[in-house]
């Protein structure tokens, strides 16, 4: 039996074949024509299930053994009006929308994403998205780049080394230099002795990677008031945080993973990228438009195409064209399904939750180095060993924090903790006190 | 002329914050400091029911490959299986973190593992990456390779050659990893031999292809074309968008390339998703396997993720890879076998070929000879010059039948461009009802193409009016006039 990929496709009947199909491929040297092609066989669609089952099966996925993984990507709940939303294969089944008329429902739906983010982090326009938040990084960096024509980026030494790396990747070879700014004992960047002559931009994070709320949101400003300011922001944050625009930012950019999108092993995020609109014209990637159609009827499309490389090529501000459009259209749906307040309750029961763990860590013996408020990620110190701590609890089926001794050996046996909604107070209770299990049978031994 | 075959559907659907109410910001219990608080967050609240049904009515003004043929040129719009979706939705799948420890992932991993070692077989490389998220994404990768490998060969080469057929992404992504563009123009719709090695010389760093071109030809002297970049000292870049026409029947790195990417959104049936996520691995040879991002996957007893790669470009995405896109790029390779797979090739190839030699003896030009690979280009310069009707007129009138567009004025070196892939998973009935509309439009009154679409939920849109307004966010709806 044909599998069903290629089942049912009737080939035109013999007398309508224009030659025989070995005749279309005669243009392929002799040589390289492929003798033989060291596939297996094909399966049918019930064999490659249960294939995939057994394979799959070998991963344990975080409600068997729940995680406290911090960083810029956590479990969060994805509501089952999303699901169902972004599973019509009307919208996932399409392509980038060239023509309007015929994908109004999309571009209508970006609208609404653009619109909401927008009102999130105030800033004017916001793209249909880039890969993730640290592509967004990269693309914010050159785009600084374009806007002042000047090639030095500062970042904080205190973000992820995935967004170090890849921004580096994508300004390396434009001579653009990055320096980073150290931070204080608080857990902030020290921008104390910022000089940002012959800067194209600033990258600050709010909250930044260890958790921890920015509180210096005037002196922010006037700091970076002669570049342009880039801030990384968690959009669920600012259901609470006063948004970026207030404290001067010119580019914001994302993580919206967490925007009802499942973690899929961190694939695929949801780049969220904005600016104020005096920069759009040297923004990166797709902008939805609203217009007209011929009788009067508003309608959307995609706009400000010239900067982009269908169009302009080498000289396009992006070579963008794929993002994460679906992404964005489950971000929609969940930011439509909380509303305002909604988001607001959600970020709160996250920062909530997330001190609940760290008061109970505290109890238990781990430091604190960083005395700020933080949202649902922070750091502590691990009286023992972290690895060891690890190991001990994924035996008890839990993951604990992301260790941090790799990039920040100054911090000893540190680890990220990220907390979210998905983490009940049971359940926190029930992790705090595998480790207060685990820390005693040590101290015994 | 009356159509009764096509009305898409029709809701006059407003935006969402026209359709909720916003409610007062309440910062009782918002535990920052007050000087943090933000003051206002005007994010409608509407009950759950109404959502579904504006999503639901949108998503009706939406066509997708499930709705009906999608011929865009060089995009391959084939049947995503549903198999897929299902699996891709499994708990197993979605519930993980990238974080977890790699004893919680081997199902992933090993699935990442296999999918490398099957791209392998598929284009003739020693090895791949799954991270790139897109084909785009892809082409930086490549071309940071080779800034790497030259680099360190203690060479300067800052020039990337392209054809004046490639796709945009090409020069963009060369430009982003720092290199010049020379462009060269085509013969005939082929690689010219002569232009090509008229620019090589000791600073071209790499000559990206598409193979077959954009034209969706078969560049034939391609063993030539290798050997001459090679000579320049220089590499030889697979852009793999077109795949789908050699899939089992030849590979990239038998023909010479030094580094290749896939579009497993296009060849390997992973859906576009409304333009993404996608997913553009890269492969290559064995002297640049080095240079590949971190981590790589390796297997002992359990599969794990290596980190130990001194000369690794360190990563190009923040983790591993669009997973979903990978899994449905795997599942489609299992299930369709190495015989599947050149059987979808032949099909897809033949298709394009049949609706080509239906176009024959009809208003629509077709430049350069007539064989073609799975895709081909159509010119309606004729149909301008005598009727005023353009490419766009056109694309826009075939949703007036129902059917999707092809990609319109490109390549650039075609003159009123309709660049039409068909795929595999299109029936006779689809092809020849999709060439009687081409042909159908080209004898219909001008008067009514130049004014379509007339049976689609909206009219003609006005792009022009969208970039004056720079309406981009609905605070600024406002500025929209209610009617022209």
Redesign the interface.
């Given at each position: 039996m044909e599998n069903v990929a290629t089942q049912n496709l009737s080939m035109p009947p013999k007398k309508n074949r224009l030659n025989n199909i070995e005749a279309f491929f005669t243009d392929i040297p002799k040589k390289i024509l492929l003798k033989k092609f060291d596939i297996p066989k094909g399966i049918s669609e019930m064999e490659t299930k249960n294939k995939l089952k057994h394979i799959l099966k070998k991963n344990i996925p975080f409600d068997e053994a729940p995680s406290f993984l911090g960083g810029s990507v956590k479990p969060h709940y994805v509501p089952a009006v999303v699901k169902a939303i972004v599973n019509r294969s009307e919208f996932f089944t399409s392509y980038t929308p060239y023509q309007p008329e015929f994908s109004q429902g999309i571009l209508h739906v970006l609208f609404e994403y653009q619109s909401m983010i927008a009102e999130l982090t105030g800033m004017d326009t916001i793209n249909i998205s880039t890969y993730d938040s640290a592509t967004a990084l990269g693309e914010a960096a050159l785009m600084s780049s374009r806007i002042t024509k000047k090639n030095r980026f500062i970042i904080p030494a205190n973000i992820s080394w995935e967004k170090k790396t890849v921004l580096r990747n994508y300004v390396n070879n434009l001579g653009m230099e990055i320096q980073e700014l150290r931070y204080q004992d608080d857990g902030l960047v020290d921008i104390s002795e910022l000089n940002t002559k012959d800067v194209a931009g600033v990258y600050i994070e709010n909250p930044n990677f260890f958790g921890i709320f920015d509180t210096r949101l005037d002196e922010i400003r006037e700091t970076t008031e002669n570049t342009i300011l880039i801030v990384g922001i968690n959009p669920l944050g600012l259901a609470l945080m006063r948004p970026p625009n207030e404290y001067g930012a010119d580019i914001i950019i994302g993580e919206g993973q967490g925007l009802g999108n499942h973690l899929n092993l961190g694939g695929s995020l949801l780049g969220i990228f904005g600016c104020k609109k005096n920069h759009v014209r040297m923004m990166p990637g797709k902008i939805v438009g609203a217009t007209h159609d011929k009788n009067g009827k508003r309608a959307y499309c995609m706009t400000l195409q010239t900067r982009e490389q269908h169009i302009r090529r080498e000289k396009a501000t992006s070579n963008i064209c794929s993002n994460e459009a679906l992404c964005a259209v489950g971000a929609t749906v969940y930011l439509a399904l909380l509303g305002g307040l909604g988001l607001q309750e959600l970020a709160i029961t996250n920062m909530e939750r997330a001190n609940h763990l760290a008061a109970l860590l505290k109890k238990y013996g781990f430091s604190f180095p960083f005395k700020k408020q933080f949202f649902n990620d922070f750091v502590a110190i691990s009286p023992i060993n972290s690895k060891k701590l690890n190991d001990a609890l994924l035996k008890r089926k839990f993951q604990g924090g992301l260790i941090l001794k790799n990039w920040f050996p100054e911090l000893g046996e540190s680890f990220l903790f990220g907390v979210t909604e998905m983490h009940s107070i049971e359940l926190i209770n029930g992790f705090a006190e595998e480790i207060h299990e685990i820390l005693q049978t040590i101290e015994k031994t | 002329m009356k159509e009764e075959r096509y009305q898409?559907a029709y809701y006059?659907?407003l935006?969402?914050?026209e359709l909720?109410t916003?409610?007062e910001?309440?910062n009782s219990?918002?535990?920052?400091?007050v000087?943090?608080?933000?003051?206002t967050?005007?994010?409608?609240?509407?009950p759950?029911s109404e959502?579904?049904r504006?999503?639901?009515?949108?998503?009706?003004?939406?066509?997708?490959?499930?709705?009906g043929i999608?011929p865009?040129g060089s995009?391959t719009?084939k049947?995503?299986?549903k198999?897929s979706?299902?699996?891709a939705?499994?708990?197993?799948?979605?519930?993980?973190?990238?974080?977890?420890?790699d004893?919680?992932?081997?199902?992933?991993l090993?699935?990442m593992f296999e999918l490398e070692k099957?791209l392998c077989?598929?284009t003739g490389m020693d090895a791949f990456t799954l991270q790139p998220?897109?084909?785009?994404?892809g082409?930086?990768?490549g071309m940071?390779i080779a800034?790497a490998y030259h680099k360190e060969n203690g060479e300067r080469r800052d020039e990337v050659i392209i054809s004046d057929s490639a796709?945009?992404?090409n020069?963009?992504?060369?430009?982003?990893?720092?290199?010049t563009?020379i462009e060269i123009p085509s013969h005939e719709g082929v690689v010219d031999l002569d232009a090509l090695r008229s620019v090589l010389s000791s600073k071209t760093a790499a000559f990206m292809l598409t193979n077959p071109n954009t034209l969706g030809?078969?560049e034939?002297d391609?063993?030539e074309i290798s050997s001459e970049v090679k000579k320049a000292g220089a590499l030889l870049y697979y852009d793999g968008a077109n795949m789908n026409a050699?899939m089992?029947?030849?590979?990239p790195g038998?023909?010479g390339f030094d580094i290749v990417h896939l579009?497993l959104?296009k060849t390997f049936?992973a859906?576009?998703?409304?333009?993404?996520?996608?997913a553009?691995p890269v492969g290559v040879r064995k002297d640049f396997k080095k240079f590949l991002p971190i981590p790589r996957i390796r297997r002992d007893k359990k599969y794990f993720f290596s980190y130990a790669h001194p000369k690794s470009?360190?990563?190009?995405?923040?983790?591993?890879?669009?997973?979903?896109?990978l899994l449905k790029a795997y599942?489609?390779?299992?299930?369709?076998?190495?015989?599947?797979?050149?059987?979808?090739t032949?099909?897809a190839?033949?298709n394009a070929?049949?609706m080509l030699?239906r176009l024959k003896n009809s208003s629509y030009l077709i430049p350069f000879g007539k064989?073609r690979?799975h895709e081909f280009v159509a010119s309606a310069i004729n149909l301008k010059r005598e009727k005023g009707i353009r490419a766009l007129d056109i694309?826009?009138r075939l949703?007036d039948y129902g059917f999707?567009?092809p990609?319109i004025y490109?390549p650039l070196i075609v003159n009123e461009a309709l660049m039409i892939e068909p795929t595999?998973?299109?029936?006779?009935k689809s092809?020849d009802d999709y060439i009687d509309a081409l042909i159908k439009i080209s004898k219909e009154e001008p008067s009514i193409v130049k004014?379509a679409?007339h049976h689609?939920?909206?009219?003609?849109?006005?792009?022009v009016?969208?970039?004056k307004?720079?309406?981009?966010?609905?605070?600024?709806?406002a500025r929209?006039s209610?009617?022209?």
């Open positions: - | 898409m006059p659907e935006l969402l914050n909720g916003n409610e910001m309440d219990r918002n535990p920052l400091p000087s943090l608080q933000r003051k967050l005007k994010l409608p609240t509407l759950e959502i579904v504006h999503y639901t009515h949108l998503s009706q003004m939406n066509y997708g490959i499930d709705t999608y865009l995009c719009m049947y995503n299986p198999i979706e299902e699996i939705n499994w708990d197993v799948v979605t519930q993980v973190h990238p974080y977890q420890d004893t919680t992932i081997q199902g992933s090993q699935i099957l077989v598929i998220a897109a084909g785009a994404h082409e930086l990768l940071l800034q796709h945009g992404t020069p963009a992504s060369a430009k982003m990893a720092g290199y563009v030809i078969f034939k391609i063993l050699i089992g029947k030849a590979r038998d023909m579009n959104h049936a859906p576009h998703g409304g333009g993404g996520p996608g553009g470009l360190g990563k190009i995405s923040q983790f591993y890879g669009n997973f979903p896109v599942i489609y390779i299992i299930m369709n076998g190495g015989d599947g797979l050149t059987k979808i032949e099909r190839v033949h070929n049949y030699d064989k690979m694309a826009k949703m999707h567009a990609t490109f595999e998973t299109e029936t006779k092809l004014t679409p689609t939920s909206f009219q003609r849109i006005d792009e009016e969208a970039t307004n720079a309406i981009h966010n609905w605070k600024e709806i929209l209610v009617s022209k």
